[in-house]
């Protein structure tokens, strides 16, 4: 569906939340509106346009231009349209004589200070200053313009996505308003009075400032004064096409905005309801990956990982694979091969994955990168509450009294969201921080944590439980909620358990490291502050106990009835664009699409039916079992699509062994991922610009992602997989994603609802969306729960095998920064490197001392099972006692430290605590010297193929 | 027998010599026995200061101006032999000056030492906020609607109307602020009633704070105040431990917490929501209106703002009724206005009289002509933004309808004499650059039309191209006055034009 560009529609100010109705007359037109809407917006409504400049429906009405004055019978002078609320009876002209003429007086000062270059200017055609001047008729500046102006200010090119031109500015401020309201960052204000009264980002420049690239400001610019960099050099886009960000799990909608081919802008879309107009320094400026020269478009082969890439049609390359495969099987046995899909890709491409491992491979090898993050919330949460998903729509904070955030970091990871956060904290919410370290929002602009708790790494469980046991035991618990919608005797036995001393705080205190009168006071706060929310992240799920936490922090929601309605809930923070996703498509070893358990031989059944072939019962192997037994020898084939496990899984060494131990690995990626430099095949992804698909947020929303360019290999990654389960011998035949929805639809009583035409129709949808909830379904377990009753889980706290000691004195735990995703393949390869170049050791400058190291200087971290050296970092923002890193660059070998302990659930790896020592040294380590080396060698294996063809 | 010695320590008196005064009073009366030398508030009568008053058996009559050199004669004098000196003014209360005044508000200015607590009392002091106390809210609203009283900080809105609107919103927290930013220039009655008669404007905001149901106060002072804010200072401390202030107000059980907080030193910080924006510790601009501070002010909670001479007025309101006060005054404009005499004139100071009378009486009988001695020319009312009056329009009445009629207002009472010296065009450039120095810059017509103004009017004074500039800026008034946030930029265009109507000789 082709779009041609024009500016998303802005209604001026925001639309007022359902107050009475008022009818009003704008110019001779009828409108009713809710009371506490602007005249400004009620004349959109009534498709009256009224001139604005400094007014946008994302801000609030500021009244600062002056050119939306209108008349109002009765009333003196000329009010302001933005400013001016709707009363009942109101008969409001918008055009008259006197109202031209004010409305050129005013248009006539801005020009007297503005640059005549409209021509030669990069928002030529897409500007509202000149737009606005063309509304009212300005004919003639009689100021001249040897006055007063700003015309010679100096640019700020300092950030590497968009430039700041001040001569063009007309000081609406709506940049200013953008960065505070919308992001919540108060990067920007207005310096000086009077004619002297500009835009600034405080003493230095935008790059040095505490901006976040968020871009607010930028499309909350009317004139070029804050432009792309992007549109200054390639001009101003032709068309657009609505898709969704492939970044992280808040799923934000864009507007990609092209010429021809070439995406010149994505700009956050004002529909897009997990966003509503606001994006991140990732979604919204890092796509230049898509179009990187280390895109690899041509498949490749190769006998051995010792020789170099030979480039071959994709017929060839895909016989090869296929031809290994069987072999493999025909030699090992049917379980000898496996694959890994990702939640980086669309459902439908996932859906397909484990349709060829089940229907093509005829086992249940296939596991899911959210192994490594998230298993934990689909068990603990399947549980409890009786499915693998969050319980709210992601406005539900709006509403939300008390917030509590444990294990997560929303402004750095899920940035648009935590700008949510952030502006329903600033109108009041209360909030309770349970985390190592002193995250953002602990002290934030014009945002304070009422309690911070910074729990020992490891300790999250005995946390929880000590909260539990105060609520219980202070009889704070909504017994009437836990007696009409909860499990009796669960409960019984629980409360028993929580109650018991050795869960009070007190008792736990040397295990959290939490003072248990903090502790006491987040809990009566967390019971009794009105509507209390959860939004808990991977700093819960990847532990040992990871899903004992995810049912921990279930149980208190349940025990305190704060889970059925907005406001409340239990939120897991997704990492990845489509974890939800590819969880829900059944790419677990054990679940068919829809969480439904192999074993059921009715489900079993239906797709048996649908896919014409019989189903293994039984479960196959997860991720970590899949190396184990790659190391045994009876695991020999791995199809690996868009994930790098060789970078992102625990225990790296042991993953390099058992990469190479395999003797087919095919890897599907867009890059040669640092997995790849282990493959026999590569067969060459598509970015999610390049295909059409959906992804599925936290929030459970299918979103549509849109094809706005050509596959730069020829094929949509769905469209690879089809072709491999063809050479298999496994005939699928779509010729459209929607296809795949279909099927999907058809097999999956939570999706029965879901199509591309309703997708279109709505925008997005939030599953369960069936027959009982034909336009999906934003908060969860509202009558009764998914299971019928809630489940009162036992959480015993059991303390880490990984334990701080004389040996590894510290823990070490791991997170990731705003302008970096993850393993980093795609953000390194955008000029987000301004901000994350390396990643670095944070550590107490008290533990810092007590090893003679200071700021900057190489420190060398030892785990039991390996070590790696980065720079260190001296900040309070860590404890005593614990060390902090994140893992962008691959170089950095965060995960040559993390060992394989794992959840014993789900098998999640324990990322989040690693006991290590850290010493100053003065030379890489000895595995990072073989990563450098062993890169360089695959480079040069890469170089060569490119060369020979 | 004792005397008493009053010499004024208000800013205004020293500026001229007060504290020279009062030394050579010091080291003159040592070696009399029981004198007292009382460092009062000034009455106002700024042409007279630095004045003396010597009390002796209940008798007060008063010197000056006087400088230190006079001290010593006067000191020699028996009482008998002070009328005598060329400089004896008699009892000030029969002096011509202050006798053709009504004195209300500032009844007791200049009468003791303004920190005393027990003279404050002597003078009918806190009987309006005893009073007020044992009323309900409402009652106390209705009473000060039926007074009659406007604003006093320019805009003359109804205080009554103010307040009950505050009353009526429901909130957790309201505030009441005490605009204390007097920014208009030749303006000084905030200042003089905070140095003379602090606990009167203690005693209105409690009042306030009872009426409407707040229980803390601001007050915003201009920096430039260093003496009312020492002096403020100590009278709020005095004021608490009295039991006047703080959590339990003349034991009705009632709380009025009051701080005293600095400007931030910009004229356009006294425009309430910039004054609002500044106390909560931001730049100080303009917010738009609606929401009303009475609905969404300090902190977004309910405010009553109120200029100092508003709230002052409260406390005699309270304590001699509403009717009393509505009983002078003209029209709607009750009660008395506080003039301020100054610019090109013999006699300045402030001048209470009911509203109603002609701004000819006011100069013809306090005025004392020009100081040059130059007829008179132009006179502008209501600070910078007021009109330029010339002759013809001087027998205007004294009220705000009245004034508004004529093209003027009355604002804070400023009145600035010009004689026949003044250069209209320039005074009509004054305005615009005054605008162009003062603008919070929000908004359009006002930060770029006032550098606009500035320049046409420079062409028009350059004398070129007279015709087309005077229209261009006939045009841009329009739009300032029409499409401007606030009154800053809205009434800037009123002392150019009417320059402009009235002088048209000086534009050509
Ligand atoms: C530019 C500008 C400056 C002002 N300065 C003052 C001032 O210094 N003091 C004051 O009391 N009111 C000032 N005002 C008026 C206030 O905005 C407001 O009307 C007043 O404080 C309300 O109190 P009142 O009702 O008691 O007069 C100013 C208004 C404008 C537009
Ligand atoms: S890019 Fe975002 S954070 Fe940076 S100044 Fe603009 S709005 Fe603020
Ligand atoms: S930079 Fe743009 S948004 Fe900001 S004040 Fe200037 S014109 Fe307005
Ligand atoms: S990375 Fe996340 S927050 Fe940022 S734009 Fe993409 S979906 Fe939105
Ligand atoms: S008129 Fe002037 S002072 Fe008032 S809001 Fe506009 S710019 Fe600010
Ligand atoms: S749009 Fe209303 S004042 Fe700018």
């Not at chain 1, 990982?305 to 694979?321: G, K, M, N, T, Y």
């Not at chain 1, 922090?553 to 305190?560: F, S």
């Not at chain 2, 005598?84 to 200015?109: C, I, K, N, S």
Request: net charge negative.
């Amino acid at each position: 569906m082709v779009q041609y560009y024009e500016p998303q529609r802005d209604y001026g100010t925001p639309a007022a939340s359902g107050g009475e109705a008022v009818a009003l007359q704008i110019d001779g037109i009828d409108i009713e509106v809710p009371a506490g809407t602007s005249v400004m917006r009620a004349a959109a409504l009534a498709g009256v346009k009224v001139p604005k400049l400094c007014a946008s429906d994302s801000l609030e009405a500021f009244g600062s231009c002056r050119v939306c004055l209108v008349e109002i019978a009765g009333r003196r002078g000329y009010p302001a349209s933005c400013t001016t609320p709707v009363e009942p009876g109101m008969q409001v002209q918008t055009q008259t004589p006197a109202l031209a003429k004010l409305r050129r007086g005013v248009m006539e000062l801005y020009i007297s200070d503005h640059p005549l270059d409209c021509l030669t200017c990069p928002t030529n055609g897409d500007c509202e200053l000149q737009d606005t001047a063309g509304e009212v008729g300005l004919r003639a500046v009689r100021y001249g313009f040897a006055g007063a102006n700003h015309l010679e200010a100096e640019k700020d090119q300092s950030n590497p996505y968009f430039t700041f031109d001040p001569a063009k500015c007309i000081v609406c401020s709506r940049c200013v308003r953008a960065c505070e309201e919308v992001q919540g960052t108060f990067a920007l204000t207005i310096e000086g009075r009077g004619f002297d009264s500009r835009v600034s980002v405080g003493a230095t420049d935008f790059l040095g400032s505490d901006c976040v690239s968020c871009g607010a400001c930028v499309n909350a610019c009317p004139t070029a004064t804050l432009t792309e960099n992007s549109i200054i050099e390639q001009g101003i886009p032709e068309h657009t096409a609505i898709t969704t960000c492939a970044y992280c799990g808040v799923g934000c909608g864009f507007r990609a905005e092209l010429r021809g081919n070439t995406v010149v802008r994505m700009t956050p879309w004002k529909d897009g309801r997990a966003n509503e107009g606001h994006a991140c320094v990732k979604g919204r400026f890092a796509f230049g990956y898509a179009t990187h020269p280390d895109r690899i478009t041509t498949p490749m082969v190769r006998d051995s990982i010792e020789q170099p890439w030979r480039e071959v049609s994709w017929d060839e390359a895909l016989q090869f694979a296929a031809r290994r495969f069987r072999e493999i099987q025909e030699r090992h046995g049917r379980n000898s091969i496996g694959a890994i899909s990702s939640s980086r890709c669309t459902n439908e491409e996932v859906y397909l994955v484990q349709k060829l491992v089940r229907a093509g491979f005829g086992n249940n090898n296939i596991d899911t990168c959210a192994r490594v993050c998230h298993s934990p919330t689909g068990f603990g949460l399947k549980t409890t509450l009786g499915e693998s998903a969050g319980t709210q729509a992601f406005t539900s904070v709006d509403s939300a009294d008390v917030i509590m955030v444990i294990g997560a970091n929303p402004t750095e990871a899920h940035p648009v969201f935590g700008s949510r956060l952030k502006r329903r904290l600033r109108e009041g919410a209360r909030l309770i921080v349970i985390d190592p370290r002193e995250i953002e929002l602990v002290d934030a602009p014009h945002i304070r944590a009422d309690y911070h708790l910074p729990v020992n790494p490891g300790a999250n469980v005995a946390v929880l439980n000590a909260m539990a046991h105060v609520i219980a035991t202070e009889a704070l618990h909504d017994a009437g909620f836990i007696a009409q919608r909860c499990d009796r005797e669960s409960f019984a036995s629980w409360l028993e358990f929580v109650s018991a001393e050795h869960n009070a705080p007190e008792a736990l205190a040397a295990a959290t490291g939490v003072d248990p009168e903090s502790l006491r006071a987040a809990a009566r706060l967390y019971a009794s502050g009105g509507n209390a929310a959860i939004y808990y992240g991977l700093g819960v799920t990847e532990h040992s106990q990871g899903s004992t936490a995810v049912m921990a922090i279930a149980n208190l929601a349940m025990l305190t009835g704060n889970i059925g309605r907005e406001g409340v809930g239990v939120n897991p923070m997704r990492g990845q664009n489509n974890v939800q996703g590819s969880c829900d498509m059944g790419s677990f070893p054990h679940e068919l699409p829809g969480y439904r358990h192999l074993s059921d031989a009715a489900t079993r059944g239906q797709f048996e039916a649908a896919w014409q072939v019989q189903l293994d019962p039984e479960p196959g192997m997860r991720i970590p079992n899949m190396f184990d037994a790659a190391l045994d020898g009876q695991f020999r084939g791995l199809y690996c699509q868009g994930e790098d496990v060789a970078q992102s899984d625990p225990n790296t060494q042991h993953i390099e062994a058992a990469l190479s131990a395999l003797e087919c690995l095919v890897v599907q990626d867009i890059f040669l991922n640092e997995t790849a430099k282990f493959a026999h095949v590569f067969l060459p992804g598509a970015s999610f610009l390049e295909k059409d698909g959906t992804f599925t947020n936290a929030e459970r929303r299918i979103s549509r992602v849109r094809k706005v360019m050509p596959p730069l290999s020829g094929k949509a990654d769905w469209e690879v997989t089809q072709a491999f389960a063809a050479a298999l011998g496994c005939d699928m035949d779509y010729a459209h994603p929607s296809q795949i929805m279909d099927e999907i639809a058809s097999l999956t009583p939570t999706f029965s609802g879901v199509s591309y035409a309703l997708l279109d129709e709505k925008g997005s949808l939030q599953w369960p969306c069936n027959e009982s909830a034909p336009e999906g379904t934003p908060t969860m377990h509202r009558d009764e729960f998914v299971r019928g009753k809630g489940y009162f889980a036992i959480t015993d706290f059991v303390a880490t095998d990984e334990r701080a000691n004389r040996r590894f004195p510290l823990l070490l735990t791991t997170g990731r920064i705003l302008s970096q995703y993850n393993v980093g393949a795609q953000t390194r390869r955008t000029d987000n490197s301004a901000w994350h170049s390396e990643d670095t050791l944070e550590i107490h400058p008290h533990d810092a001392q007590e090893r003679g190291v200071s700021e900057g200087d190489w420190v060398g971290i030892q785990s039991r099972v390996g070590n790696t050296v980065l720079r260190a970092t001296l900040t309070t923002r860590v404890k005593p006692g614990v060390v902090y890193t994140t893992f962008h660059h691959p170089v950095s070998g965060a995960n040559v430290v993390t060992t394989d302990n794992s959840d014993w659930a789900t098998n999640c790896p324990e990322y989040k605590v690693t006991a290590v020592q850290v010493s100053r040294v003065s030379a890489p380590s000895a595995w990072q010297a073989r990563q450098q080396q062993f890169d360089r060698k695959q480079r040069d294996l890469l170089e060569r193929a490119r060369t020979d063809a | 027998m004792s005397t008493r010695y009053f010499v004024p320590r208000d800013a205004t008196a020293r500026a001229v010599g007060a504290d020279a005064v009062a030394a050579a009073l010091a080291s003159g009366v040592a070696e009399h026995n029981h004198a007292e030398i009382v460092r009062n508030g000034s009455r106002g009568a700024f042409w007279l200061e630095p004045l003396l008053e010597i009390e002796q058996d209940g008798k007060r009559v008063g010197f000056g101006p006087l400088c230190a050199d006079d001290v010593p004669a006067i000191l020699a004098l028996e009482a008998h032999e002070y009328a005598t000196h060329d400089r004896y003014l008699g009892p000030l209360e029969q002096h011509p000056w202050f006798a053709a005044q009504q004195r209300v508000t500032f009844m007791r200015a200049g009468l003791d030492d303004p920190l005393c607590l027990e003279s404050y009392l002597a003078r009918h002091g806190f009987e309006g906020l005893e009073h007020a106390v044992h009323l309900s809210p409402g009652d106390i609203v209705d009473e000060v609607t039926r007074s009659g009283l406007r604003g006093r900080g320019g805009a003359a809105f109804p205080t009554g109307v103010k307040w009950r609107t505050v009353l009526e919103a429901e909130a957790g927290q309201k505030y009441i602020v005490c605009n204390a930013d007097e920014g208009d220039s030749g303006t000084f009655a905030d200042r003089l009633l905070m140095e003379s008669d602090p606990y009167q404007l203690i005693e209105g905001m409690a009042i306030a704070g009872v009426a409407v149901g707040a229980d803390r106060g601001y007050i915003y002072l201009r920096s430039e105040y260093p003496d009312a804010w020492q002096v403020m200072h100590t009278a709020i401390a005095k004021a608490e431990a009295a039991g006047y202030l703080g959590q339990d107000i003349c034991d009705s059980g009632r709380a009025f917490h009051l701080e005293l907080r600095l400007g931030a030193g910009a004229y356009i910080c006294g425009e309430e929501t910039a004054l609002l924006d500044s106390l909560e510790g931001k730049r100080g601009v303009v917010r738009a209106k609606p929401p009303l501070p009475a609905h969404q002010g300090l902190f977004g909670q309910p405010t009553v703002v109120n200029n100092v001479l508003t709230l002052a007025a409260v406390a005699s309101i309270m304590a001699d009724g509403a009717e009393a006060y509505a009983g002078l005054g003209s029209g709607r404009s009750r009660g008395t206005l506080t003039l301020q005499l100054a610019g090109n004139v013999r006699h300045g100071g402030l001048v209470e009289v009911p509203y109603g009378c002609t701004l000819r009486e006011v100069l013809d009988t306090f005025a004392g002509g020009t100081r040059s001695g130059r007829p008179m020319r132009a006179i502008q009312v209501g600070g910078p933004l007021g009109a330029y009056l010339p002759e013809s329009l001087w027998d205007t009445p004294l009220d705000y309808e009245a004034f508004a009629a004529a093209g003027g207002m009355l604002g804070h009472g400023g009145v600035v004499v010009f004689d026949d010296t003044v250069d209209m065009a320039a005074q009509a450039r004054f305005a615009m650059a005054f605008c162009a120095a003062e603008s919070c810059g929000k908004c359009t017509p006002c930060r770029v039309g006032s550098v606009r103004g500035v320049e046409v009017l420079d062409r028009i004074i350059a004398r070129e191209e007279g015709a087309r500039n005077l229209a261009l800026l006939e045009d841009l008034c329009d739009t300032m006055t029409s499409a401007s946030l606030c009154a800053m930029g809205g009434l800037t265009p009123n002392p150019v034009r009417s320059a402009i109507a009235h002088f048209p000789e000086d534009f050509q």
